[in-house]
């Protein structure tokens, strides 16, 4: 089955830099590849997603990029915001009939005003 | 208007007891999930229905009995509740058998004592 893994646990950055979260997947067949937000108290959301027909999606300050050869994909979050502070997910899934999210283990983002 | 809507959100119980966990969605999806987050933040699958059928049912044990009376409806009934089982609870659900991305539910946090 499809395992994802992600870095960095933690993550803590001045208001104003840039972010990055890396994932990695094992199954080749994945093809869609969502990332979520979670604020405390909160289930997660979906602030972006990449299909693997696509290397790189952006959404104003968000943009994810995805290597299918190497089979990674990363979240790059611009200008970063306090209200940015969360913890971020990444999941991968391939379609055999339904589809299965996958998730990594999460990182926790702190921007600091 | 909930999207995704959880009852209870909150649910202290004893060891051995019987619980149930209620969701809801006014989405118009077709398929729902149950996820489990444990302390470490952790997202885990554990079971999908589509249209009222179950389609995943990942290793849990079975005192956890998912029940879908209809595609907008998805239940968790926990039988002899044990410590582990305290987690988060999450609903979720999603159009075309998971092809688009999930809306979770705000999420059940389960205290066993």
């Known amino acids: 089955g499809e395992n994802v893994e992600q870095h960095p646990s933690t993550l803590s950055v001045q208001e104003g830099d840039s972010a990055v979260i890396k994932c990695t997947y094992s199954?080749?067949?994945?093809?869609?590849f969502p990332w979520y937000k979670q604020e405390l108290g909160k289930g997660p959301q979906l602030i972006i997603d990449?299909?693997?027909?696509?290397g790189e999606k952006k959404d104003q300050r968000i943009a994810v990029t995805l290597n299918k050869t190497a089979k990674h994909f990363s979240l790059h979050i611009t200008e970063t915001q306090p209200e940015d502070s969360a913890v971020y997910f990444c999941?991968?899934?391939?379609?055999?009939?339904?589809?299965?999210?996958?998730f990594g283990t999460g990182t926790r983002l702190l921007v600091s005003p | 208007d909930t999207a995704v809507s959880q009852t209870p959100k909150y649910l202290v119980t004893q060891m051995g007891n019987d619980k149930s966990i209620k969701c809801e969605q006014n989405?118009?999806?077709?398929?729902m999930y149950w996820y489990k987050q444990d302390s470490k933040k952790f997202l885990k699958i554990m079971f999908s229905y589509n249209n009222k059928e179950l389609i995943i049912n990942e290793t849990v044990p079975n005192r956890f009995s998912p029940k879908s009376p209809d595609k907008a409806h998805l239940n968790l009934h926990i039988n002899s509740l044990e410590l582990g089982d305290s987690a988060v609870y999450f609903c979720a659900s999603s159009p075309d058998r998971g092809r688009a991305g999930y809306t979770f539910g705000s999420g059940t946090r389960l205290t066993v004592v």
């Open positions: 999941a991968a899934s391939g379609y055999t009939g339904f589809q299965k999210l996958v």
């Open positions: 990449i299909r693997s027909n696509v």
């Open positions: 989405l118009g999806h077709d398929t």
């Open positions: 199954d080749s067949a994945s093809n869609y």
